[in-house]
């Protein structure tokens, strides 16, 4: 278990450095009916361990035929593999969920990373598939929906948030093919896409196809609707898995390619949140907004992972709702407890897509708590007693331990900024001895790097904390310094969002990179 987090956590601070998870265009290409391809989405130790994951589900028995049209249990002539639902194993101890889990959350921040470009409202959860070829296998020419599909390709008892089904819009495919033995042409296999008629380029009017390959931890991604594609027939067994990011039927099509979503077919329940942030919200003050575009909530979890319900979404508008600047209800240490514990988990997976906003709200809570004087092992221990569970399972210790340092940093950095009276007191000196030696010298060097007028990407791990020389970092190591660097910006960008909210003289010079000053033309951060 501690293995995948730390896989995960490490391709999350990749991507938090400005890394995407999908290169430049491939969002272009699907919306124009092509196929996107991203070879190394899943690295090779990760798909090793799928590999693992499907051949001791396998020998559990839970693989069965895989049908075609929608239909499962037994073989027909269109297809021949067997498939699994890595999500239905009754125990998670079985296999390796772990590792599932991981590939689980990069397919989810490509799920974001979609919305958000698309501006289309995927559904929160994704129907998955592990697909095993075996020698002789193969998948005729087909489409995974259609233009007119209403529910035949809706897996029983799934609904939308306003009781309608849901329908496949984006298909993707992540092969799990051996990474040490490199997939040769004449092992067939190959993923044949027929192009649509707006990609056709053939002067004879001859039908076009492109055919990938299934290389060992690539992500293909394309059009549900309309990329026609077969599987050609294997020489040997070809392991993928297999899925579909879902919209609601009264979602418009067009909203895959481009064209513009009416407003009556985004609203249709409560759950929706439409709005994107302007570059200067600000957090303390609560003016938050969605960052991820608009996304409709389902209350259906058949085939959701329970251990995810609750989209980023929502967590935002009921984390906002405990911040609000009401007199009726006003901020307490078990408030922001809450909103702590509800923004942790979707700050890190939002992070995983470049996208910040939930990651300062949870900075929020923590800057809240220290203004009311909760001391850090207060707000700990009242942290650990909060009855809301947004994961819907326990964190592990390395997420508690994650989350009890990105509180600290919080607590620091403020007792840096608004403490240096002579003999003030501030809830910062409350964190512990051990945690002020290791953190304190590094908040420090950050802090006046920024003030001097470092933006994020010229901030320097090197400059703020030079590797020892008889004592090498680990790239795991590296990556959580680089993360640390980022909350402390983050928590100095919601001060200095706060003060200009609030109509005060920011008594530090600005922050580059942390969005326009007013009359410089600065592009957003």
Same mark, same amino acid.
């Given at each position: 278990m501690a293995r995948w987090l730390a896989v995960g956590l490490s391709s999350l601070f990749a991507t938090a450095d400005g890394a995407q998870l999908l290169e430049s265009g491939a969002v272009e290409r699907v919306q124009r009916g092509a196929v996107h391809c991203e070879r190394g989405f899943a690295p090779p130790a990760l798909v090793s361990d799928l590999r693992a994951d499907m051949d001791a589900l396998a020998?559990?028995?839970?693989f069965s035929a895989a049908g075609s049209g929608g239909r499962s249990g037994y073989e027909d002539t269109l297809r021949s593999a067997e498939y699994c639902d890595p999500v239905g194993r009754l125990e998670r101890s079985l296999g390796d969920f772990e590792a599932f889990f991981c590939l689980w959350e990069r397919l989810d921040a490509v799920r974001q990373h979609l919305a958000m470009e698309?501006?289309?409202?995927?559904?929160?959860?994704?129907?998955?598939?592990?697909?095993?070829y075996p020698p002789g296998g193969f998948f005729g020419r087909h489409v995974d929906d259609y233009e007119s599909s209403?529910?035949?390709?809706?897996?029983?008892?799934?609904?939308?948030?306003?009781?309608?089904? &849901?329908?496949?819009?984006?298909?993707? #495919?992540?092969?799990?093919?051996?990474?040490?033995?490199?997939?040769q042409e004449a092992d067939g296999?190959?993923?044949?896409?027929?192009?649509?008629?707006?990609?056709?380029?053939? $002067?004879?009017? $001859?039908?076009?196809?492109?055919?990938?390959?299934? %290389?060992?931890?690539?992500?293909? !991604?394309?059009?549900?609707?309309?990329?026609?594609? $077969?599987? !050609?027939?294997?020489?040997?067994?070809? %392991?993928?898995?297999?899925?579909?990011?879902?919209?609601?039927?009264?979602t418009p =099509?067009?909203?895959?390619?481009?064209g513009w979503i009416p407003s009556s077919a985004i609203h249709t329940s409560a759950d929706v949140v439409t709005s994107r942030p302007?570059? %200067?919200?600000?957090?303390?003050? =609560?003016?938050?907004?969605?960052?991820?575009?608009? #996304?409709v909530s389902r209350a259906d979890t058949s085939r959701s992972l329970r251990g995810l319900r609750c989209p980023n979404e929502l967590v935002l508008r009921r984390a906002s709702s405990l911040l609000m600047e009401d007199k009726s209800q006003p901020l307490t240490s078990e408030s922001a407890a809450e909103m702590l514990e509800m923004t942790f988990v979707h700050a890190c997976m939002?992070?995983?897509? &470049?996208?910040?906003?939930?990651?300062?709200?949870? #900075?929020?809570?923590?800057?809240?708590?220290?203004? =009311?004087?909760?001391?850090?092992?207060e707000l700990i221990r009242i942290l650990g007693e909060c009855t809301s569970n947004t994961a819907n399972r326990p964190l592990m210790p390395e997420e508690l331990e994650l989350r009890h340092t990105w509180i600290s940093l919080v607590y620091l950095t403020l007792q840096i900024v608004e403490g240096k009276e002579e003999g003030a007191s501030h809830p910062g000196q409350t964190v512990s001895t051990a945690e002020r030696k290791e953190l304190l010298p590094f908040t420090e060097a950050v802090v006046l790097r920024v003030g001097e007028g470092a933006t994020l990407q010229s901030l320097s791990i090197e400059d703020i904390a030079?590797?020892? #020389? %008889?004592?090498?970092?680990?790239?795991?190591?590296?990556?959580? !310094?680089?993360?640390?660097?980022?909350?402390?910006?983050l928590t100095l960008m919601v001060l200095q969002e706060e003060a200009e909210a609030a109509g005060k003289t920011v008594a530090r010079p600005f922050i580059p990179g942390t969005g326009p000053k007013r009359g410089d033309g600065l592009s957003a951060w």
């Amino acid at each position: 278990m501690a293995r995948w987090l730390a896989v995960g956590l490490s391709s999350l601070f990749a991507t938090a450095d400005g890394a995407q998870l999908l290169e430049s265009g491939a969002v272009e290409r699907v919306q124009r009916g092509a196929v996107h391809c991203e070879r190394g989405f899943a690295p090779p130790a990760l798909v090793s361990d799928l590999r693992a994951d499907m051949d001791a589900l396998a020998h559990a028995g839970l693989f069965s035929a895989a049908g075609s049209g929608g239909r499962s249990g037994y073989e027909d002539t269109l297809r021949s593999a067997e498939y699994c639902d890595p999500v239905g194993r009754l125990e998670r101890s079985l296999g390796d969920f772990e590792a599932f889990f991981c590939l689980w959350e990069r397919l989810d921040a490509v799920r974001q990373h979609l919305a958000m470009e698309m501006g289309c409202p995927f559904l929160p959860e994704m129907e998955l598939h592990y697909v095993r070829y075996p020698p002789g296998g193969f998948f005729g020419r087909h489409v995974d929906d259609y233009e007119s599909s209403t529910t035949a390709a809706q897996p029983a008892g799934q609904v939308d948030a306003a009781g309608q089904g &849901g329908r496949r819009a984006v298909s993707f #495919i992540c092969y799990l093919t051996p990474p040490d033995a490199p997939w040769q042409e004449a092992d067939g296999g190959q993923l044949r896409a027929f192009r649509v008629a707006s990609d056709q380029n053939d $002067e004879d009017g $001859e039908e076009v196809w492109d055919d990938f390959s299934p %290389d060992s931890g690539a992500l293909v !991604l394309f059009d549900s609707c309309r990329v026609e594609h $077969e599987v !050609l027939p294997t020489t040997k067994t070809r %392991d993928c898995l297999i899925g579909w990011f879902h919209v609601t039927q009264s979602t418009p =099509l067009s909203a895959l390619r481009g064209g513009w979503i009416p407003s009556s077919a985004i609203h249709t329940s409560a759950d929706v949140v439409t709005s994107r942030p302007p570059a %200067d919200a600000t957090m303390r003050s =609560l003016r938050c907004v969605n960052a991820g575009g608009p #996304i409709v909530s389902r209350a259906d979890t058949s085939r959701s992972l329970r251990g995810l319900r609750c989209p980023n979404e929502l967590v935002l508008r009921r984390a906002s709702s405990l911040l609000m600047e009401d007199k009726s209800q006003p901020l307490t240490s078990e408030s922001a407890a809450e909103m702590l514990e509800m923004t942790f988990v979707h700050a890190c997976m939002a992070l995983a897509s &470049g996208d910040v906003t939930t990651l300062k709200l949870f #900075i929020a809570a923590a800057v809240g708590a220290c203004r =009311l004087g909760v001391s850090h092992p207060e707000l700990i221990r009242i942290l650990g007693e909060c009855t809301s569970n947004t994961a819907n399972r326990p964190l592990m210790p390395e997420e508690l331990e994650l989350r009890h340092t990105w509180i600290s940093l919080v607590y620091l950095t403020l007792q840096i900024v608004e403490g240096k009276e002579e003999g003030a007191s501030h809830p910062g000196q409350t964190v512990s001895t051990a945690e002020r030696k290791e953190l304190l010298p590094f908040t420090e060097a950050v802090v006046l790097r920024v003030g001097e007028g470092a933006t994020l990407q010229s901030l320097s791990i090197e400059d703020i904390a030079p590797t020892p #020389i %008889d004592e090498p970092r680990t790239p795991m190591q590296t990556a959580i !310094l680089k993360q640390n660097m980022r909350l402390v910006f983050l928590t100095l960008m919601v001060l200095q969002e706060e003060a200009e909210a609030a109509g005060k003289t920011v008594a530090r010079p600005f922050i580059p990179g942390t969005g326009p000053k007013r009359g410089d033309g600065l592009s957003a951060w």
